[in-house]
Structure formats: structure tokens, C-alpha cells
């Protein structure tokens, strides 16, 4: 008996924010979509949170930006550090232009469910949900669709375009046979919950002394809490047991003390391997990568989702109209690539710098406590020009997407 069969004009593997904000768009614009995720819903922890003020911007041009206040997040107009027990402010948005001029701290589920809710308006838009790409279908040398697995067995997806939109360890990447260009990051990180504090000190994206970095996410109730920690360490750092992290967490930031506890074994902490790479070509005939699939960015300055939606409004702005007419070809997907590639260019080194630098286990340790006076004066003259640039690298990128008139409503 042969599999279920589907025709589509594209088929994109990965329900991530690259994967359903192209099929948001691409449905806008009448062209027929696929999207698949394998997952049965959006819910899973420990993903990129931050919505920065280049996606906002996106959120109005949808006019979906009343549905997105509506979801319970936090704004953030300016981010601390402390370092060695010295709270510093870094970023201030306050510095962009425009309105939107705060990141938003919102789940990831929740963004996803309003990208998606607002897909199904659109009879173009099918999102397959508990669905996973397997493998790709070929025709000679050009890519015409996927193989999967769905809740109701395995299924065969005949689409012109292919993107692979499905992370940092791509299936359809590897089936396609493109292989990254790995930069190397010399750290992981430890994700963990902790309460809130009765008495919580300003947002503070991270506090670093000279042995740990604790990265801390404000949420509705609770921190997202990352222990930096050397690649490969946590082995040993298991075996020094929960205790040992406990009192890491305690060293580097002591208003955490009275909440700690409540990382009471191994089941609590998730290990998120640390990339930074990129594929030389993004494409084959029929196939197009985007987002982690293309260039997996680290955790510093929280872009990774920000540039995986500025990749999906991009392969529509420059796609739609070839797909509207059926006729895509290399030379299409390379302008995509041309496009996208050089702010990714320009962002992965400034974070391997930082990484290099600060960003490590023990990155704190630069400055004294109590600074001296020179060390006062040269933060003091610093910090003024640093939130300018903060500001515009992590709020709005190096190239940011505006949608262009071919994706109104078709």
C-alpha cells in the first residue's frame, strides 16, 4: 500500500519562529503552504524568549500587535550586568528610533500559538502538527519535497520549494547532504528555573564574577537561569553534585540564596549544547535552509530568534511572486542567501568575541570590587557610547526585514 501523498506549493520543515512566520506570510500572500512540526504543540521550555524590537516592529506590519499585548510578557526598556558585584547598564533602547523601543520577554509557545492562530485565517496555510520530517524527496538532482512520519503514519510531501526550517540539527539538512561550517564556542549552558525573590533587584540579563556567569531571564514568577560552564563539563559537573551548582549559583549572585533550593536534583537542569556555525550554501535545487538550519547563532545578546524571523520575511519578500508562478530557481534561493548572509556575517563574530572575552565562566573577573578610579573613569566615559551600539545590534540587527507590498493579503 503506498503512503498519503500531498502536493504543495512549499513544504517547510521545523513549526520554530522561521518555520511558521514564512508559512504566515507565504499563506497572506495565496500561495499554498506546509508546514510541519513534530512535536504535538509549541510547548517546551527553554527556548528563546526574547522578542526584540525588530520582530515588534514585524508584529505591527501584521497588525497583529494588539493580540501580542494581550499575552501576559515583560517589557524591557534597559538590561543590568553585574559584574564582580558592579551593576552596570549596558543596553538602553531608549537610544533606537521608532516605537518599539523595549524587548519583550514572552514564551516562546505563546508567540508561536499567535504566529500560528493567525496562519489559519489563511486557507493556504497547513500546519501539520506531530509531524517530522524523515528525509527528502528527489527528482535527479533537485529537492520536490519531504518524507515524514505523522500521527497517522508515514506521508510524502510534493512541494516546489523545500525549506528546512527544523533547527540546528536539521534532518532535511543532512539529507540533502549540506554540512555547517563549525566556529566553535568554548561553553554550554545549564538552563534552570528559580522564583522569584520577595525583594527582586532591576531586570539583570547576567551576573559574572571571576569563576561563574548566571545568566537571568525575568519571567512572570520565576527567573530562566543559565549556568555558564566549560564545553563538556557536565559530566564533572554532575558528578561534583547539585550542591556544588547550588553554591556556584549563590557565589555569583547572593540574592538568589533564599530561592536556590528549589534546584533540588539533575531532572530540574537542562543542557543546551552551545553552536555557533553556518552553511557555506544554503541551498540545493527545490531546497532552501534558513534560520538555525542555516546559521546557528549562540545565546549572547538572545538573536537567534530574531534572525531566524528576519530569514523567513526575506524568502518571502524575495520568493512569493517566483512561487506565485510556480517557477523558483537557484538563482532565486542564492539572492536569499546574499541577502541574510552578511548581517549573520557580522553578528557570529561579535559573539564569539564576546564568548572569548566576558561571556565564559569567569568572564568578571576584568574588573575589581571596589573598582579603582581609573576603572570608574573608564566605565563612566564607556557605557554612554556602549548603549548606543547595544542598542542597535541587539534591538534591530544589522539588517533589518521590513515586509515588502507583494506579502499584503492576496
Not at 161 to 187: F, M, Q
Not at 354 to 364: D, E, Q, R
Request: charge should be positive.
Amino acid at each position: 500500500m503506498s503512503e498519503p501523498r500531498l502536493s504543495t506549493t512549499c513544504c517547510i520543515a521545523g513549526g520554530g519562529p522561521a518555520g511558521v512566520m514564512l508559512g504566515l506570510l507565504l499563506a497572506r500572500a495565496g500561495v499554498a503552504v506546509v508546514v510541519l512540526e513534530r512535536h504535538s504543540d509549541f510547548f517546551r521550555d527553554f527556548r528563546g524568549d526574547t522578542i526584540h524590537p525588530s520582530t515588534i516592529d514585524l508584529i505591527d506590519q501584521l497588525g497583529l500587535r494588539e493580540r501580542f499585548d494581550a499575552i501576559a510578557h515583560s517589557a524591557i526598556r534597559t538590561l543590568d550586568v553585574v559584574v564582580n558585584g558592579n551593576r552596570l547598564t549596558p543596553v538602553d533602547f531608549a537610544h533606537l528610533r521608532g516605537r518599539n523601543r523595549s524587548i519583550a520577554l514572552m514564551p516562546q509557545w505563546d508567540f508561536l500559538s499567535l504566529l500560528a492562530e493567525e496562519g489559519s485565517r489563511y486557507p493556504e496555510f497547513h500546519l501539520l502538527m506531530g509531524a517530522e520530517a524523515t528525509g527528502i524527496l528527489r527528482d535527479g538532482d533537485a529537492v520536490r519535497g519531504l518524507t515524514a512520519t505523522t500521527q497517522d503514519g508515514p506521508m510524502e510531501i510534493d512541494a516546489l520549494l523545500t525549506v528546512a526550517a527544523d533547527g540546528r540539527d536539521s534532518t532535511v539538512r543532512r539529507a540533502a547532504g549540506l554540512h555547517p561550517r563549525d566556529y566553535g564556542v568554548a561553553i554550554d549552558v545549564l538552563w534552570f528555573h528559580l522564583p522569584r525573590t520577595p525583594v527582586n533587584p532591576p531586570d539583570t540579563l547576567a551576573y559574572l564574577d571571576s569563576e561563574s556567569m548566571l545568566i537571568t531571564i525575568p519571567r512572570e514568577g520565576y527567573y530562566q537561569a543559565g549556568m555558564l560552564i566549560p564545553k563538556g563539563g557536565y559530566p564533572a559537573m554532575q558528578r561534583a553534585g547539585i550542591e556544588d551548582l547550588r553554591a556556584r549559583v549563590v557565589r555569583v549572585a547572593p540574592f538568589l540564596a533564599d530561592v536556590v533550593g528549589s534546584v533540588e536534583d539533575w531532572q530540574q537542569v537542562r543542557l543546551l549544547t552551545v553552536q555557533v556555525n553556518r552553511l557555506d550554501r544554503w541551498w540545493r535545487p527545490g531546497l532552501l535552509c534558513i534560520g538555525d538550519a542555516a546559521h546557528a547563532m549562540s545565546p549572547a545578546f538572545g538573536v537567534g530568534v530574531n534572525y531566524a524571523i528576519q530569514d523567513a520575511v526575506a524568502t518571502a519578500n524575495l520568493l512569493v511572486d517566483r512561487l506565485r508562478r510556480g517557477a523558483v530557481d537557484t538563482a532565486d534561493l542564492e539572492r536569499v542567501q546574499r541577502r541574510r548572509l552578511p548581517p549573520v556575517r557580522r553578528m557570529q563574530p561579535l559573539q564569539l568575541r564576546l564568548h572569548s572575552v566576558i561571556a565564559k565562566p569567569g568572564g568578571g573577573g576584568f574588573l575589581a570590587n571596589p573598582m579603582p578610579w581609573w576603572q570608574r573613569a573608564a566605565v563612566t566615559a564607556a557605557l554612554p557610547i556602549l548603549r548606543r551600539v547595544t542598542a542597535r545590534i541587539v534591538g534591530r540587527g544589522f539588517r533589518p526585514e521590513v515586509l515588502g507590498p507583494q506579502l499584503h493579503p492576496h
